[in-house]
């Protein structure tokens, strides 16, 4: 056979034997390498994408966390003080900033009363209070958003309205919010609040001239405070007495503490009156069944067109320096 290599096609027309090709026909082996060639760029794109895929870089999300949480009672509400922290990274390829920030605190229905949260936090708002499952969760919203270049930190202090039980119990409070369409939360925290106590005058305030003085007339004053164990179970600490008289009613002098552990502390003017400041020097006024001695001397003119109103007034926190002031007061009109 004699095979014309101008036209390779005379291949393609000769079955295996040198016969005609068959009906069914076969590929010719041109034809397999040139699918070949058109297969190989498929198979190049099909593998770079994964690659190319791999080279982008996710942004990390914001998160948050809460600081410097703590809350205290009085007779009528609860304080709250959390900061809410920005946690993430800066850099050429920052995490997102966080959005929609909230903060919740849930109490136990028992101890809070009708009413929302109210705060005088810049930047904070009350947003609603949802009551369910023996808690009330009042929603505190931040106005702008917390990043790692602006606003790292959101202090808020919310009050929140309370029953007048005074014993102590727990919070839990946890701030939300949305990075990067994602939402994200702190941890929750357990906050104690301590109990509170109240402080009385059980046999209400006196006033008689002191004899050791003549010119001016000294005045004592007498009020024993008590921290009553029948009612109260926390401390009060730095416990103050404040008397206030009219500032024309005082004479040049310097006043003391007659009874009991007191200091004088200094006298300031508010007004037309003249507040006289004892401190109690132990600091801590504990519960007791026996009410503590406080008695007073002040230099005041023997004369006067009115009759003055004097009046004082024990102010401590409880249960702890940053807790709430407890303040018990009574007036008398000293006819001097």
Do not use: C
């Not at 009672?73 to 920052?94: E, R």
């Not at 119990?169 to 106590?197: D, E, M, P, R």
């Amino acid at each position: 056979m004699t095979v014309d290599v101008a036209h390779p096609r005379a291949l393609d027309a000769e079955g295996p034997e040198g016969g005609a090709k068959s009906a069914v026909g076969t590929l010719s082996r041109r034809r397999v390498v040139q699918g070949a060639l058109w297969a190989t760029p498929v198979v190049l794109v099909a593998t770079a994408l994964p690659a190319t895929a791999a080279s982008v870089v996710a942004r990390p999300l914001g998160g948050l966390a809460l600081a410097s949480t703590s809350a205290n009672q009085n007779s009528s509400q609860l304080t709250v003080t959390a900061h809410v922290a920005y946690t993430g990274i800066g850099g050429a390829n920052p995490a997102h900033p966080v959005t929609a920030v909230q903060v919740k605190i849930s109490v136990p229905l028992s101890r809070v009363v009708t009413g929302n949260g109210t705060t005088a936090s810049a930047g904070w708002t009350f947003a609603n209070r949802t009551d369910t499952g023996g808690n009330a969760v009042f929603t505190y919203t931040w106005n702008a958003a917390l990043s790692s270049t602006a606003n790292l930190t959101a202090p808020l202090i919310a009050v929140l309205p309370k029953s007048t039980t005074r014993t102590a119990f727990n919070i839990t409070v946890q701030a939300h919010g949305v990075s990067n369409l994602v939402n994200v939360t702190s941890s929750t925290q357990s906050v104690a609040v301590g109990a509170y106590s109240v402080l009385t005058l059980p046999s209400g305030l006196t006033a008689t001239r002191d004899a050791l003085g003549t010119n001016p007339r000294y005045m004592r004053f007498v009020a024993p405070v008590l921290n009553s164990s029948a009612t109260n179970s926390a401390a009060v600490v730095g416990l103050v007495a404040r008397i206030t008289v009219p500032s024309n009613a005082v004479a040049a002098g310097t006043p003391s503490a007659t009874a009991g552990t007191w200091t004088y502390a200094g006298s300031t003017t508010s007004g037309s009156n003249t507040i006289v400041t004892f401190n109690y020097t132990p600091g801590t006024l504990n519960v007791s069944g026996t009410a503590t001695p406080a008695s007073f001397r002040i230099p005041m003119v023997g004369f006067l067109f009115a009759v003055p109103t004097v009046t004082i007034a024990f102010e401590g926190k409880s249960p702890t320096v940053a807790g709430a002031v407890t303040t018990v007061s009574a007036s008398d009109s000293l006819a001097i």
